[in-house]
């Protein structure tokens, strides 16, 4: 259920961003000096009525509903994650590549902008799923058990790395 208090929520935040003074410091000694809080009072004043002038219904009503999409998306993906065995054949869901970082212990699987890192010792498995264009869990190669196979595939799927094949 949505709030108004959510709505307010996202609106503030929005317009704090666009707004700089919303962002700066309480003035030292807001808690303890009666002439701070008098100047607090007139600069939250000024600050209300800044929010009431520049908040975006629409901008925040937009936000919140991709912000719904975007997790029932999440929601959607771990429910076919936790449905993933060894048998569950996944694929890429793009360009994928691997990565390892400069001091070699970890490596990553990233996709645009995206980057999931792991010990390096990961770096078989990774390297298969970037290779492999479709593949059943329980050919990850490497050092896994088939509950780490199961972990590791279930948690790119849950990140939206993978997907289940059809």
């Known amino acids: 259920m949505l709030t108004w208090l959510d709505l307010l929520a996202v609106a503030l935040g929005q317009t704090a961003n666009r707004q700089e003074s919303f962002r700066q410091a309480l003035p030292i000694g807001w808690n303890m000096d009666a002439d701070v809080r008098k100047t607090l009072a007139s600069e939250f004043a000024r600050r209300v009525q800044l929010f009431s002038q520049s908040a975006d219904l629409e901008s925040?009503?937009?936000?919140i509903a991709d912000s719904?999409?975007?997790r029932h998306r999440v929601e959607s993906s771990e429910a076919g994650a936790n449905g993933i065995d060894c048998?569950?054949?996944l694929e890429g869901k793009g360009s994928l590549q691997i990565y390892?970082?400069?001091?070699g212990t970890l490596a990553g699987l990233a996709l645009g902008t995206k980057v999931?890192?792991?010990p390096a010792s990961l770096a078989p498995a990774l390297r298969f799923v970037v290779e492999r264009k479709v593949f059943c869990v329980h050919e990850l190669p490497g050092q896994l058990t088939d509950d780490g196979k199961l972990n590791l595939a279930r948690r790119l799927v849950e990140d939206e790395f993978l997907r289940i094949a059809d």
């Not at 925040?60 to 936000?63: P, T, W």
């Open 116 to 118: 999931f890192w792991m």
């Open 68 to 70: 719904m999409i975007r």
């Open 100 to 103: 390892l970082s400069s001091d």
């Open 60 to 63: 925040a009503l937009d936000e």
């Open 87 to 89: 048998e569950t054949r």
